[in-house]
């Protein structure tokens, strides 16, 4: 990573030195910096919150960062587009760290930027409404290492990206995951993509086996979960009972045998 980088980041991190403001998630010289910043924004009902995403490749600030934007206050919708004003305005600053200058940009914009999103007009809510319908997913995990670590970092991604469910720890490991079909994919990336766990000599690592069981549109044969849980230390019974009271036996008899 360059110095600019890194400074950059210093500063951003005492700017937003808060409780849950700034967060690294990972740093790498071959893959660059990942770090969050969740941030408030005044709007007219009150003040909201944004999570954003930043990652630095190695050749940033010479290349722009890539971002992600969550939110449990704005749909999906909403976030995407902020996302993309975001890496608009990012392509056209000069090759020098960006990053506190996209976040105060964002911040000084943001009530133009959702006029905008909202004034599309009804065809516009038409695609938001298909967009927004729910899906599921059901995810293997072979092994947690690092588990307080890792089931935290699952419960911040889950709750950035307004995803219910339930995170089954036992043999078999779960992501039972209901959501929109943008936020499951989101979650996949950031499952597959980061550095979630150690490996057998306690350098962190990334989830390489990792398997998608499912990951289709929520039907009518599934109960919608309220809320996203963590339930440890299952056996296979407990697991059975669990899948039952969230009304997910179906996924249960198609794919939990099968890994015992």
Not at 37 to 54: H, M, P, V, Y
Not at 164 to 174: A, Q, S, Y
Not at 220 to 240: G, N, P, Q, T, Y
Request: with cysteine.
């Amino acid at each position: 990573m360059s110095e600019e980088a890194l400074d950059e980041m210093a500063v951003v991190s005492a700017i937003f030195c808060g409780k849950d403001e700034f967060h690294l998630i990972e740093e790498s010289a071959q893959t660059g910096l990942v770090y969050s910043i969740c941030t408030a924004i005044d709007t007219d009902s009150g003040r909201k919150t944004l999570n954003l995403t930043f990652h630095l490749p190695p050749l940033y600030p010479h290349i722009p960062p890539d971002i992600s934007v969550t939110s449990s206050d704005f749909s999906r919708n909403h976030c995407h587009e902020l996302k993309r004003a975001m890496l608009s305005e990012a392509h056209t600053l000069p090759p020098q760290p960006m990053v506190h200058h996209l976040v105060t940009w964002l911040q000084h914009h943001f009530t133009g930027l959702i006029t905008t999103r909202n004034s599309l007009g009804d065809c516009s809510n038409t695609a938001d409404s298909k967009a927004e319908d729910t899906w599921m997913a059901l995810l293997h995990l072979d092994h947690m290492r690092s588990r307080a670590k890792y089931i935290k970092l699952i419960e911040k991604w889950t709750s950035e990206l307004g995803l219910m469910g339930r995170l089954f720890v036992g043999r078999p490991i779960l992501i039972l995951l209901q959501g929109t079909k943008e936020s499951i994919k989101e979650y996949i990336h950031l499952q597959r993509t980061v550095k979630v766990d150690v490996d057998s000599s306690g350098k962190r690592c990334k989830e390489k086996m990792m398997r998608v069981l499912c990951e289709v549109p929520l039907t009518e044969d599934f109960k919608r979960i309220s809320a996203f849980e963590v339930k440890e230390d299952l056996s296979f019974e407990d697991l059975r009972r669990e899948f039952d009271l969230v009304g997910s036996m179906k996924l249960y008899q198609e794919f939990v045998p099968l890994l015992q």
